[in-house]
T-cell receptor
Framework: NAGVMQNPRHLVRRRGQEARLRCSPM?????VYWYRQLPEEGLKFMVY????????ESGMPKERFSAEFPKEGPSILRIQQVVRGDSAAYFC?????????????FGEGSRLTVL | EDKVVQSPLSLVVHEGDTVTLNCSYEVTNFRSLLWYKQEKKAPTFLFMLTSSGIEKKSGRLSSILDKKELFSILNITATQTGDSAIYLCAVTNNAGNMLTFGGGTRLMVKP
């Protein structure tokens, strides 16, 4: 039973390019969360999605960032026109329940470096 | 805005020592507090606490929650080098839609 799968694990982009990060939740999980972790900092909530719906995007910058979780396929976090400050580890997590009353399962993260 | 503060920021101990990590929080409509261990990769779940005064235990790790004083501690006894990691504390509220994380405590256990 595969865990939360994220790819790519490492991504290097130049300023102005686009970054696409993918997350396949655990089997049977339909709730996906994206978190960002800057060096030496904790995890910051970005967005919470269910299949085909964005439930809470209060942690996501209003510009350049978008997320989706289509009916088929992985959840995607898209960052347009990346800047150096976007360099971070982006973690995806999933759970089976509508509320986080239990364990949240994390992927191993996608590390974005913007040159 | 929900807030979680962890202390100390970092800690260096020797194998066999006992450590206590602290987590204080401010949450509207608190639901639960969770501890995660993050080595170089994905955070892995340790404990979830919802009730005051009830200790959760797993091997050498234990944790307790004080809902009156709004904090939790994570204890690790007889530390080993494999305990070296970042320990993250997070809280959820009754909406339950997301975890709010603290900045973590970086623990290094030296042989």
């Amino acid at each position: 039973n595969a865990g939360v799968m994220q790819n790519p694990r490492h991504l290097v982009r130049r300023r102005g390019q686009e970054a696409r990060l993918r997350c396949s939740p655990m089997k049977g999980h339909s709730h996906v969360y994206w978190y960002r972790q800057l060096p030496e900092e904790g995890l910051k909530f970005m967005v919470y999605l269910q299949k085909e719906n964005i439930i809470d995007e209060s942690g996501m910058p209003k510009e350049r960032f978008s997320a989706e979780f289509p009916k088929e396929g992985p959840s995607i976090l898209r960052i347009q026109q990346v800047v150096r400050g976007d360099s971070a580890a982006y973690f995806c997590a999933s759970c089976a329940q509508a509320t986080v009353s239990g364990e949240l399962f994390f992927g191993e993260g996608s590390r974005l470096t913007v040159l | 805005e929900d807030k979680v503060v962890q202390s100390p920021l970092s800690l260096v101990v020797h194998e066999g020592d006992t450590v206590t990590l602290n987590c204080s929080y401010e949450v509207t409509n608190f639901r639960s507090l969770l501890w995660y261990k993050q080595e170089k990769k994905a955070p892995t779940f340790l404990f979830m606490l919802t009730s005051s005064g009830i200790e959760k235990k797993s091997g050498r790790l234990s944790s307790i929650l004080d809902k009156k004083e709004l904090f939790s501690i994570l204890n690790i006894t007889a530390t080993q080098t494999g305990d070296s990691a970042i320990y993250l504390c997070a809280v959820t509220n009754n909406a339950g839609n997301m975890l709010t994380f603290g900045g973590g405590t970086r623990l290094m256990v030296k042989p």
